[in-house]
């Protein structure tokens, strides 16, 4: 809960930090709406390090006064929406402007999600970057090479085929349902791991005493190694990270033993 609750913090940083205010343009053009979805590649040690749960931004962008949105997205059946980011708020102009999204994801099929994007403000002539945050989790058998898609929908969760977008002309309200939308799907590339120096427990490029520590509390049985620490810590190559390999570090970290 409390990794997820940081991963909010963060994307709701980086969202406030990718908005930004254009200048006015009103205009009777039929706009276009682009959605992208993000391709992303992730090694090994990342994958374990995050639980196998990968975070995937939706970016969302309008040429002209939007009202509303919905889509959908599917990724590969063996994985799952863990969590999407379901309210928001943009500045524009100085202000607050509230963009609801509601994000319905079904039990039994928890690799598909309705997006309904909205904003409250109806006169919006801006040219913004919104931003979802989608947590998938893949599948704990992934290996190098996989590629997990991320696809864009018109299809809604009652089966009907919509492209639903919204949009105000003018200074009256004026709904039509016949924008441009253009999307790029995405996906989720899983890459060898990098290789790592012998000894270097934090994975930092660096053999130091930070490294000693982070050995020593895993002796200790006070934190963990995923399996790519496990195997560049392993010094005497017994299969185990033991208080010998933690010695073998402090050695190197202190000139008495070459490990690289
Ligand atoms: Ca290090």
Known sequence: MLKKLFKLALATSMIFNS???????VSA???DVAVSIDQVSVTMHQLESSN??????????????????????????????EFITENTQAQA??????????CVSSPDRMNYAWVTWAQNEPYFYDETSNILLAIVKIPETAQPDDIYY?????????NQEKNHVWYNYGTKTHYTTDGTVNFTNGYI?????????QGDATLDGK???????????????KDSFTSLQIKTCDINQNGIVDAMDSLSI????????ELN
Do not use: H, W
């Not at 908005?19 to 343009?25: R, T």
């Not at 509303?68 to 063996?78: A, K, P, R, V, Y």
């Open 19 to 25: 908005l930004s205010c254009a200048s006015l343009s």
């Open 29 to 31: 053009v039929k706009p």
């Open 52 to 81: 196998y749960e990968v975070p995937v931004f939706i970016r969302l962008k309008q040429t002209e006064n939007l009202n509303s949105i919905e889509f959908g997205l599917e990724t590969d059946e063996n994985c799952c929406f």
């Open 93 to 102: 102009y100085g202000e607050m402007l509230n963009l609801e999204m509601s």
């Open 150 to 158: 991320i696809n864009y929908l018109t299809q809604s969760p009652l």
């Open 189 to 197: 590339q899983v890459l060898e791991d990098e290789e790592a120096l």
């Open 207 to 221: 053999i130091d005493i930070a490294d000693v520590v982070y050995t020593t509390r895993v002796v200790l049985g």
């Open 250 to 257: 402090m050695e190197c970290v202190v000139g008495l033993l």
